[in-house]
């Protein structure tokens, strides 16, 4: 019932719980109209055993017929309070016949019952009132018939005003455990859903999860493949452009063959970063520490990414003062980073401009590379895209700029590997700054469970 207000959903409940407590009711009532209909026939003086015998028989029997029509369904919910007071008329009415034509003022007690009774049947305090109103008023109107209103009366009346406050108490103690218990339901609903709606992530993260796996494992199966046709294809274009068997005769197939070798290069190491990446969310990396030269690596890098600045117009820089610091790190991945940082700084960067790669230390023993371009740019929008897998700068069918968007987040998950930080600061038409902080030692254990 969550689409009803709070106040109307508790109402609905405790309709149905009193809708549902006539059946046990009734039928109890029934029986002990029974009861009374044989004490009747064996207490009563012979002249006034019919009458109550036959009132007690026909409330019986209307009693029985209110419990079977709860029991089987045809007293509908809303003809339940109804048939509650029915159930009170049905005994009112028998007390008062009989005190009418016993005349007897102790017959009163029967009344007194009556309405502790109602505390304990009605879950409605009006409800409640009214039925102490239609008892008071037929007790009142009994008494004043027959015996009148003497010192025995005024103690009755007495009773009759305890076993209200009896009764009002009876009905407050039971709707608050009611209420009590509505609220715990409607707490374990909205548990249970949520539970549900957690489960539901849970399995859809799995699932999403095991798809991952999946590309991720046919990434890798696929780089594996694609390596061994490419190095063929590097070799052979190679042997072609030294001519090692001979002259190739015309010059175009010299280019044709220097063409060739330079676009395998470049899908040999595209494959290469896939493969890497692939591994690093499989298996994780195992990385070697060693104490490194760093400004050896630096040079190196530099002198490998040197050519392709050259033919772009693009100027690099070295900006490092002695001493370099001296730090513990696996040599290889390092270059990897370093070498990443600066093709992607050279392609970005036009012709006349300047790609510089800083060196210093920080202030905990470790080092802090910074790669600085003049080039394109992003916007901050494309700076929290960069590190996506495969995403592209420039991702049209024309666009000017080659690769598969793989470098930057190779360089993020070998950083992870290496236990070091990477930042990127970048400005349309200015350029980009990428600092990158590493810690004077890393643990050489190996990354299982890089995210």
């Known amino acids: 019932m969550a689409e009803y207000p709070e106040a109307d959903r508790i109402r609905l409940e405790l309709n149905a719980t009193f809708h549902d407590s006539l059946f046990p009711v009734s039928m109890c009532v029934a029986v002990l109209f029974l009861i009374f209909a044989v004490a009747h026939a064996v207490v009563l003086p012979p002249a006034l055993r019919l009458e109550m015998i036959a009132i ?16 089987f369904e045809f007293l509908e919910n809303r003809f339940s309070h109804a048939a509650g007071f029915t159930l009170v008329g049905l005994c009112v009415l ?24 109602m505390g304990l049947f009605f879950l409605s305090r009006i409800h409640l009132v009214v039925s102490f109103l239609f008892i008071l008023s037929i007790w009142f109107a009994v008494v004043r018939s027959t015996v009148g209103f003497a010192d025995e009366s005024v103690h009755f009346s007495f009773m ?73 294809i590097l070799g052979f274009s190679e042997a072609m452009q030294q001519e090692i068997f001979g002259p ?17 290069t470049h899908l040999l190491s595209l494959v290469n970063d896939i493969l890497d990446l692939s591994r ?57 980073v370093l070498i990443n940082l600066l093709n992607n700084a050279v392609k970005f960067t036009p012709a006349g401009g300047s790609v510089t790669l800083q060196l210093c230390g920080d202030s905990n023993g470790g080092a802090i590379v910074r790669v600085r371009d003049t080039g394109i740019g992003m916007s901050k929008e494309e700076v929290e ?7 592209q700068a420039d991702a049209g069918l024309d666009r000017a700029f080659e690769g598969a968007g793989l470098g ?9 590997v290496m236990q070091g930080r990477f930042a990127l600061e970048s400005e349309p038409g200015v350029g980009t700054v990428v600092t990158v902080t590493l810690p004077r030692m890393v643990n050489t254990q190996p990354e299982s469970a890089v995210a």
């Open 280 to 336: 690093i969310e499989l298996d994780g990396l195992a990385i070697t520490s060693q104490k490194i030269d760093f400004a050896r690596v630096c040079n190196n890098c530099l002198s490998i990414v040197r050519g392709r600045a050259e033919r772009g117009g693009v100027q690099l820089i070295f900006d490092a003062t002695p001493p370099f610091p001296a730090i513990e790190t696996d040599e290889r991945r390092l270059k990897q």
């Open 94 to 117: 028998n007390s008062a016949v009989q005190m009418y034509l016993t005349d007897d003022v102790y017959q009163s007690t029967n009344f007194g019952l009556l309405v502790v009774a």
């Open 160 to 232: 009759m005003f305890m076993a209200m406050v009896m009764a009002a108490l009876a009905q407050e103690i039971r709707l608050r455990a009611y209420h009590r218990l509505i609220a715990m339901r409607a707490d374990a609903d909205v548990r249970e859903k949520k539970l549900a709606t957690a489960l539901a992530k849970a399995q859809l993260y799995a699932s999403v999860e095991r798809e991952n796996k999946a590309k991720t494992e046919f990434l890798a199966n696929m780089s594996h493949e694609l390596r061994t046709p490419l190095n063929a």
């Open 408 to 416: 930057l987040a190779l360089v993020t998950e070998l950083l992870h």
């Open 385 to 391: 895209q960069a590190l996506t897998p495969f995403w």
């Open 248 to 264: 190739l005769g015309s010059p175009r197939y010299r280019g044709y063959s220097h063409d060739i070798h330079n676009a395998g």
């Open 56 to 71: 007690a028989l026909v409330s019986a029997a209307v009693s029985a017929a209110i419990g079977l029509g709860v029991k």
